[in-house]
């Protein structure tokens, strides 16, 4: 079955920039140039609450992994924090000099990534709502940042034609992609934490592994591509266009799957719920849509199981070069190794993927420790908190 909208939001009075779902779905944020973030309800005859607080356009918005919290970036040079409530209180934070274009929480919620037309990266705490640190070799606007699956590496896009990654916990640039032949609007990790695809004004989308730091695959379209987000199983691609058109594009296949018409001018943001069942998308034309996915029903129990993108069952990497409009023009080439017989008997087969299903396993793991390790510091912090005033007390009674 063919993706088909769901719901249409009116209520922007200027162009859509970002929109996000909450955990549950049951909420979506929008982030618009008329200033405001808007808070829409899925359930039918619900209210959307309109936030008023940032000076000017609002360029992204991100709600938290727990749903409690929606950050938003701005051309005021804030970024804002959001409690979407009735009330919508929120609270600034000021480090930035220029245009914030892009918010990001880590996926345990502690701490948000942030990018700016200063041309740089800044990290903050979220509850302690404190500015970390700063990364800062892009020579132009970065316009994406966002973290990996396990918060160990950021990824940036820049109008420097570069893309960046970096390793958090050491702050330095470990690789710089320079294939784009124009501004990379958007950057986004593959699920798996494997992989990143970047969409740009040379009207293409290109995916590259990031542990061997090379191209896999390049999609050509016709317009400039603002935006794009990865299907939670890793397995298809959504990106919204100037020519007003999103595209569903089959990673796995590496071809287009389908080009979706609803905008009335340039499509500037979307992004996949959660579970992936829906997505939405905003544009130009001050709508914000949301769209039943529909194709990938099959897939959603194989969602939380961790995806290996890419590869062939030998092990080998596929190399994609697709034409976004039409798949007819899909090369596959396979760099084939003359020693190797490529009939694959089934036990291989069978033990490629029990092994990569252990990976997979040890990879879920992996987040897991890291997640533990967190909160870990977190507590010990607290700890560390409570002895210092226990002593205090102690000093101010027997003083």
Partial sequence: EDPSLERHFKGHRDAVTSVDFSLNKKQLASGSMDSCVMIWSMRPQMRAYRFVGHKDAVMCVQFSPSGHLVASGSRDKTVRLWIPSVKGESTAFKA???????????????????????????????????????????????????????????????????????????????????????????????????????????????????????????????????????????????????????????????????????????????????????????????????????????????????????????????????????GVHLKKTKTQDPGRNYTQPEEEATLTNTLEHIMGQLDVLTQTVSILEQRLTLTEDKLKECLENQQKIIQNKTS
């Avoid at 930035?96 to 990001?104: C, E, F, I, K």
């Avoid at 990865?230 to 397995?235: C, D, I, K, L, V």
């Avoid at 914000?288 to 890419?310: E, H, I, R, S």
């Fill in 96 to 326: 930035h000099t220029a245009t914030v274009r892009s918010v990001n929480f880590s996926s345990d919620g502690q701490t948000l990534v942030t990018a700016s037309d200063d041309k740089t990266i800044k990290v903050w705490t979220v509850h302690r709502q404190k500015f970390l640190f700063s990364l800062s070799q892009h020579i132009n606007w970065v316009r994406c940042a966002r973290f990996s699956p396990d918060g160990r590496l950021i990824v940036s896009a820049s109008d420097d034609k570069t893309v960046k990654l970096w390793d958090k916990t050491s702050r330095e640039c470990i690789h710089s992609f320079c294939e784009h032949g124009g501004f990379v609007h958007h950057v986004d990790f593959h699920p798996s934490g494997t992989c990143i695809a970047a969409a740009g004004t040379d009207n293409t989308v290109k995916v590259w592994d990031v542990r061997m730091n090379r191209l896999l695959q390049h999609y050509q379209g016709n317009a400039e591509v603002n935006s794009l987000s990865f299907h939670p199983s890793g397995n298809y691609l959504v990106t919204a266009s100037n020519d007003s058109t999103l595209k569903i594009l089959d990673v796995l296949e590496g071809r287009l799957l389908y080009t979706l018409h609803g905008h009335q001018g340039p499509a500037i943001c979307v992004a996949f719920s959660r579970a992936g069942d829906l997505f939405a998308s905003g544009g130009s034309d001050e709508q914000v849509m949301v769209w039943k996915t529909n194709f990938d029903a099959a897939d959603y129990g194989d969602v939380l199981k961790p995806q290996k993108p890419f590869a062939n069952v030998d092990g080998t990497q596929p190399t994609l070069h697709s034409e976004m409009d039409c």
